[in-house]
């Protein structure tokens, strides 16, 4: 059974940072790419991050230069936010894609104000 568990959101000032991770569990998650979604109240659930089983990276234009996503070589993944806005907050998932099926986390909330 995959199971995927976002923790390290929270509420931060504009301008902070916050550092999220993923646990997986049930699959071998290094060898699956892997996604970072957020979604604000009322809009759809968007792409922030992806990260390659390689480690490579691609982002959304929103976020480029201010998050950062990771692997280690085990069931962990990371999203660094620096120089949070307030249009960053959302719940952030994490997501793996296993041939057709989808699996995500429960979601982490991130609410950036002052």
């Known amino acids: ?28 998650f290094s060898i699956y790419g892997m996604g970072w979604y957020r979604q604000a109240p009322g809009k759809q659930r968007e792409l922030v991050a992806h990260i390659t089983s390689g480690g490579s990276t691609s982002y959304a234009d929103s976020v480029k230069g201010r998050f950062t996503g990771s692997r280690d070589n085990a069931q962990s993944g990371y999203l660094q936010m620096n120089s949070l806005k307030p249009e960053d907050t959302a719940v952030y998932y994490c997501n793996v894609q296993i041939g057709r099926s989808m699996y995500w986390g429960q979601g982490t909330q991130v609410t950036v104000s002052s």
Do not use: K, M, N, T
């Open 1 to 28: 059974q995959v199971q995927l568990v976002e923790s390290g959101g929270g509420l931060v000032q504009p301008g902070g940072s916050l550092r999220l991770s993923c646990a997986a569990s049930g699959i071998s």
